[in-house]
């Protein structure tokens, strides 16, 4: 247990007062949690200016003296507004403050001070409201001068505050520790920042720790705050990829069971209509090599959509039932479970399919169902078993747990996946698959501890898809256009998705098929206000199966929330072109295969992020037919929201896409928009722009990590995993 200064209790430092503010507030506890609350901005004082030159709007500082206090209740409303009129012996200044009358106990007639704030003006009287200031004591050597200038030119640090804690409370509490605290222990080892020198200068690029923090928060010039919120940058890359490494390291220090393949995958190779492209090969052969070591694998496989990327896992999954083992395919929605049992049975192939038994356990299944799934999981003659949530459940015991294939990781937790892998005797291998491409500094960062295998190139046949935004808000009339070229495809004999953000108005904002990345940002500003068409499927199946240009044509529902035995007979009856239109919510996103399906139409398309939109988009052009797909949205040209649609209208390659999304994305939702100030988060690292720095503390984390992988001999390292990187924190970068 951590027993250092940053991990002292909050309210050793700062009171207990302010530490119970600051722990209802930002979840503070420590006093490395305040360290850690950096600034979010600096603001300027500005330049000194003289009262008579002062102009609306403008930033000032002045050096002036009180010369008369007012105190006067409110009108209309409850409470009182303090009144300072100064002076700088040229011109008056009025500074208002509401509810503050405390504040006349240090504004008294006479005081000097330095105060800084933004020019407004009220009925003709300029003044400044809530004005930052500081008052000079008797002699101080700043009432005049060159002091007085350089506190002016001071940066300010603008903090994350909320109603009850603002930034100035934070401020005051941070120099009460900053004045207290000791020379810190740097996480980051000498020899380290020793190698970051700049090579044209003798001063390091890091600072320690100490000054770090004391430059950020109580900066004199720009140069020191930046300087140090680069050390504390590499700081947090340095402790999270030196955890990642450390969870990789020791998962390949437990023992597995090895997997070689034999004359069953042989002989399925053997039997394949196709050719294996050149990716697939290559995966193969290195999750072969990863099966047959006595060290469990622990492999992402990344690959466009409809890359084959489950051909991959299905050869896995063949290379270890030939060693008496079972293989748990973890999918994240019932539709995509019973999609992949009927895709990996016609795969194997009847006698194959005989002798393996794949077996679907879902949390709906039927109870007779789900007594003879268990137990052909339990004894073993099941040597495939693909499932929901519900393998994870206390009832499902595998007779020998060789292979755990988590297909979409971004649906599912650390702790999902590790509750499977325990269900092993052994550890089993990993294999985790996703059709969301993942860029460099993203791999790097949150699945660092996976060896990653990417699969590019799709499979021969695959026809191009078309793809064309339709901008509602500069064509309205453009709304009809859509379903008369949506039934040009079905004269064709062809059939189409329409997909949609939600089920109904009631969920249109908690939708059960929506995903947690919602790219909008809350933000309605990305839309016009143009009448938008019915984005549910409940108001839009209807509309459509009464549309002139869809007439006679068979337009079904397909949601989340239908129960599972109607989903999969709607997907077949769908996959067997008994069903024209599918209008779905993103329960379609991942795993559907219909050849048939020509025509994508997304509503709404601002309502979904990059990588969800490039995946729905790949669920048609898998046959022989020539994919289209048309991304309705309301979004005004030049709003972010329009943007990521025409980008992903401009490409097909997913990997340039992610890139894109990266670039395009808050920040906070490069990880997970659930880090509001939690210690899991990151704080200050930049995952889209900073990806040479974490290249850097990776190289530099692996270096350390070699020699001393306990961090016996770097016990600040070991301390600041500890306290930066809790159970919480692995979850939450696993997660996503």
């Known amino acids: 247990m951590n027993t250092g200064p940053l991990d002292a209790k909050l309210s050793s430092a700062v009171g207990d007062r302010s530490a119970n503010s600051l722990k209802k507030a930002f979840g503070m506890l420590t006093v490395g949690d305040l360290l850690t609350h950096y600034p979010r901005r600096y603001a300027r004082r500005g330049e000194l200016t003289a009262l008579s030159e002062l ?34 012996g040229k011109g008056i200044l009025v500074l208002t403050f509401f509810n503050q009358a405390w504040r006349k106990n240090d504004l008294k007639p006479g005081v000097r001070g330095i105060f800084a704030g933004k020019v407004g003006e009220y009925r003709g009287t300029r003044q400044l409201a809530h004005p930052d200031y500081e008052l000079f004591e008797a002699g101080d050597e700043r009432d005049s001068g060159p002091e007085a200038k350089k506190w002016a030119m001071m940066p300010i640090p603008i903090y994350p505050a909320t109603s009850t804690v603002a930034s100035w409370q934070i401020a005051k509490a941070l120099g009460v520790v900053l004045d207290t605290l000791p020379v810190l222990d740097d996480p980051v080892p000498a020899e380290v920042r020793a190698a970051l020198r700049s090579p044209d200068d003798e001063t390091p690029e890091l600072l320690d720790l100490t000054t770090a923090y004391q430059y950020i928060h109580r900066p004199e010039n720009d140069g020191q705050w ?29 023992p597995a069971t090895p997997r070689t393949p034999g004359a069953e995958l042989a002989s399925f190779d053997a039997e394949l209509p196709f050719t294996l492209t050149d990716d697939q090969v290559l995966v193969g052969d290195e999750i072969a090599r990863d099966l047959a ?17 489950t051909l991959v896992a299905v050869r896995a999954m063949l290379a270890v039932a030939e060693s008496g083992g079972q293989s748990a395919l973890l999918a994240p929605t019932e539709v995509l479970a019973a999609q992949h049992l009927r895709s990996i049975v016609h795969t194997l192939g009847p006698d194959r399919a005989a002798r393996l038994r794949p077996v679907l356990l879902t949390g709906q299944l039927p109870m007779a169902e789900r007594r003879k799934a268990l137990l052909a999981i339990a004894s073993g003659a099941s040597r495939i078993v693909i499932g929901t949530h519900a393998l994870l459940g206390d009832q499902v015991q595998f007779a020998d747990l060789g292979l755990v294939v988590v297909d979409e990781q971004h649906r599912f937790g650390v702790e999902q996946r590790e509750s499977l892998r325990r269900k092993g005797a052994r550890p089993p291998h990993v294999l985790v698959l996703t059709a969301t491409p993942i860029p460099r500094t993203v791999a790097m960062t949150v699945f660092g501890d996976l060896d990653i295998s990417t699969i590019a190139m799709l499979p021969s046949g695959r026809t191009p898809i078309v793809s064309h935004v339709v901008p509602l808000a500069d064509k309205p009339g453009w709304w009809n256009r859509v379903w008369e070229r949506l039934g040009e495809e079905l004269e064709q004999g062809r059939q189409g998705f329409v997909v949609v953000p939600a089920i109904d108005p009631a969920t249109r904002e908690d939708d059960p098929d929506a995903l947690a990345d919602d790219p909008t940002d809350g933000s309605a500003d990305d839309v016009d206000a143009v009448a938008r068409p019915p984005a549910t499927v409940a108001e839009l199946t209807p509309l459509l199966q009464s549309h002139p240009a869809l007439a006679g044509r068979r337009v079904e529902p397909l949601h989340g929330r239908m129960a599972t035995d109607e989903k999969d007979a709607t997907m077949q009856a769908f996959a067997r072109g008994e069903i024209d239109v599918l209008v779905a919510t993103t329960v379609i996103e991942v795993g559907v295969d219909v050849p048939n399906a020509s025509t994508m139409v997304v509503v709404d398309a601002d309502r979904f992020g990059v990588s969800q939109l490039h995946q729905v988009r790949g669920r048609v052009g898998r046959g022989g037919v020539p994919g289209l797909c048309l991304f309705v949205t309301a979004a005004v040209p ?11 209208a401009a490409t097909l390659d997913g990997f340039e896409l992610a890139q894109i999304d990266l670039e395009l994305r808050r920040e906070g939702d490069v990880l997970g928009a659930t880090q509001s100030g939690g210690r899991s988060s990151l704080k200050l690292l930049r995952v889209a722009t900073d990806g040479d720095l974490i290249l850097a503390a990776r190289e530099a984390a692996a270096g350390v990590l070699e ?24 979850e939450f970068l696993a997660k996503n």
Do not use: C, W, Y
């Open 55 to 88: 102009r609306v709007d403008e930033s000032v500082t002045i050096v002036a003296e009180v010369i008369e206090v007012v105190e006067r209740s409110m009108k209309q409303r409850k409470g009182s507004i303090l009144e300072v009129r100064i002076t700088d």
């Open 226 to 254: 930046r300087r140090a919120r680069d050390t504390l940058r590499f700081h947090e890359a340095f402790v999270l990829q030196a955890a990642l490494l450390q969870r990789r390291a020791a998962l390949r220090e437990q």
């Open 293 to 309: 070591a006595d060290a469990p694998m622990n492999r992402l496989v990344q690959g466009e959509v409809g890359s084959g990327k």
């Open 638 to 648: 030049e709003s972010l929201a329009r943007e990521r649609v025409e980008a992903v």
């Open 707 to 730: 020699g001393d992988a306990a961090l016996s001999g770097h016990p600040a390292l070991k301390a600041a995993l500890d306290r930066r990187l809790d159970d919480s924190s692995r």
